[in-house]
């Protein structure tokens, strides 16, 4: 039993025994076979050393050609994302140039055309006052009709037309749109499509298109005219001026006036609230599409007769009305010969006013031009003669300067000489 503990305990305890036999060993340092085993130790370590070195010099090179190969295929990379890039931007360009040739010839077609007329059918629903029985509002129906001027303004007339008619799809559409802002006095504004509280609208070129020009002006009620947001901004909303609205001439496309539907408008006027503009009535396009010139002629004739009435009378609502001499009637005559004297006229007069509006400006321009040069000499002057100023109050001021050092030499002089006397006689005394 004694012989198997001590057995085991010898057994367990073995590489200590050796440990402790190993280190109670004496070295001795003149022995050869330590100098030998220090020489193959500091060899061994050396191959080792030698051996790492050769490993990180080869990782590095390694690690090197690799950044190398992604630096080359990032750099082939870029260069085919390059002439990619390149390539996009000239077939968009190409792509772009092609657009604008083929929108410029579509446009000199749309000139030659007619201007075209369309019609917006207009349903409002009553308001019942119990309080005011006198002021509520009775439902009524009626039709606008616009003549678009498509021979100035053909991309925006274009955009109108196409939304009227429902050409470019169901969702580009004013059927079932309603006015949701209208302003006693000054506009009635409808067109948002998409949302339909005046936030949004899309047009049949997009979200946005540019401002095409500002040829015509808001001149009296019944100008038709695209909302926007601020420059180059049109989309679908558009409004109806109630009066002559001068100060949004060169902000806002005019592109159509009204030729029929005076008195509905009269009515849509009159169910809006003056600051924000809520309607009173949900007024509604129930209808909307073009109509032929010739149609219009068969159209109830009551709006154009009170029209006229107004302007003999000089009666407006709330603003100049529609003059006789500048509304449309179709089918007046047949003679296409007349149509064309006509037509004539009218791009005369519209030259003769450019050339006069052209002249006029340019008259400014010149005198701007000679105020400006005047005021320039003006300050040029004025510079010069404060110099001037200056410059003899600094002789002045010199000149003073003198005089006041001579004043007081000569009285040192009297002074010392005065001194000089007193002591003589002094002396003498």
Same mark, same amino acid.
């Given at each position: 039993m004694l012989f198997s503990r001590i057995k085991k305990r010898v057994k367990k305890k073995k590489w200590e025994i050796e440990t402790e036999e190993t280190q109670e060993k004496e070295v001795n340092p003149d022995d050869e076979s330590y100098a030998k085993m220090l020489k193959e130790i500091d060899e061994q370590n050396r191959r080792e050393s030698e051996e790492e070195a050769k490993k990180t010099?080869?990782?590095?090179?390694? %690690? #090197? *050609?690799?950044?190398? &190969?992604?630096?080359? @295929?990032?750099?082939?990379?870029? +260069?085919?994302?390059?002439?990619? /890039? !390149?390539?996009? %931007? #000239? *077939?968009?360009?190409? &792509?772009?140039?092609? @657009?604008?040739?083929?929108?410029? +010839?579509?446009?000199?077609?749309? /000139? !030659?055309l007619p201007n075209p007329a369309v019609y917006l059918d207009i349903e409002a629903e009553g308001e019942n006052d119990p309080l005011r029985p006198a002021a509520s509002l009775k439902p009524f129906r009626g039709r606008l009709v616009f003549e678009l001027f498509r021979d100035v303004c053909p991309m925006t007339s274009e955009n109108f037309r196409k939304l009227c008619?429902?050409?470019?799809?169901?969702?580009?559409?004013?059927?079932?749109?309603?006015?949701?802002?209208?302003?006693?006095?000054?506009?009635?504004?409808?067109?948002?499509?998409?949302?339909?509280?005046?936030?949004?609208?899309?047009?049949?070129?997009?979200?946005?298109?540019?401002?095409?020009n500002f040829y015509h002006k808001h001149k009296w009620p019944g100008m038709l005219s695209m909302a926007n947001s601020g420059p180059?901004?049109?989309?679908?909303?558009?409004?109806?001026?109630?009066?002559?609205?001068?100060?949004?001439?060169?902000?806002?496309?005019?592109?159509?006036?009204?030729?029929?539907?005076?008195?509905?408008?009269?009515?849509?006027?009159?169910?809006?609230?003056?600051?924000?503009g809520d309607p009173k009535q949900k007024i509604t396009i129930v209808d909307c599409g073009e109509?032929?010139?010739?149609?219009?002629?068969?159209?109830?004739?009551?709006?154009?007769?009170?029209?006229?009435?107004?302007?003999?009378?000089?009666?407006n609502m709330s603003g100049s009305?529609?003059?006789?001499?500048?509304?449309?009637?179709?089918?007046?005559?047949?003679?296409?010969?007349?149509?064309?004297?006509?037509?004539r006229d009218r791009d005369r007069r519209r030259d003769k006013n450019r050339d006069r509006d052209r002249d006029r400006d340019r008259d400014r321009e010149r005198d701007r031009d000679r105020e400006r040069d005047r005021s320039r000499?003006?300050?040029?002057?004025?510079?010069?003669?404060?110099?001037?100023?200056?410059?003899?109050?600094?002789?002045?001021?010199?000149?003073?300067?003198?005089?006041?050092?001579?004043?007081?030499?000569?009285?040192?002089?009297?002074r010392d000489r005065d001194r000089r006397r007193r002591r003589r006689r002094s002396r003498s005394n």
């Open positions: 010099a080869e990782r590095e090179r390694m %690690e #090197r *050609e690799e950044a190398e &190969k992604k630096q080359q @295929e990032a750099e082939k990379k870029a +260069k085919e994302a390059a002439e990619k /890039k !390149k390539r996009q %931007e #000239r *077939e968009q360009r190409a &792509k772009e140039e092609r @657009e604008r040739r083929d929108f410029e +010839k579509q446009l000199e077609s749309f /000139k !030659k008619t429902g050409e470019a799809g169901k969702h580009l559409h004013f059927k079932g749109n309603i006015f949701h802002r209208i302003i006693p006095g000054f506009m009635a504004q409808a067109g948002d499509i998409t949302h339909g509280d005046g936030t949004g609208g899309m047009s049949i070129y997009g979200p946005k298109f540019l401002d095409e180059d901004s049109n989309g679908s909303q558009f409004y109806i001026t109630l009066k002559k609205c001068s100060w949004l001439d060169g902000k806002h496309v005019v592109f159509g006036q009204i030729k029929d539907g005076i008195s509905i408008l009269q009515k849509i006027g009159k169910a809006g609230t003056k600051g924000d109509i032929a010139r010739e149609a219009v002629e068969s159209l109830r004739n009551e709006d154009r007769k009170k029209a006229r009435r107004m302007a003999r009378e000089g009666v009305p529609i003059r006789e001499s500048d509304r449309w009637n179709p089918g007046a005559t047949t003679n296409p010969d007349l149509d064309n004297r006509r037509d000499e003006r300050s040029r002057r004025r510079r010069s003669r404060d110099r001037d100023r200056e410059r003899d109050r600094d002789r002045e001021r010199k000149r003073s300067g003198e005089r006041d050092r001579d004043r007081d030499s000569y009285r040192d002089k009297d």
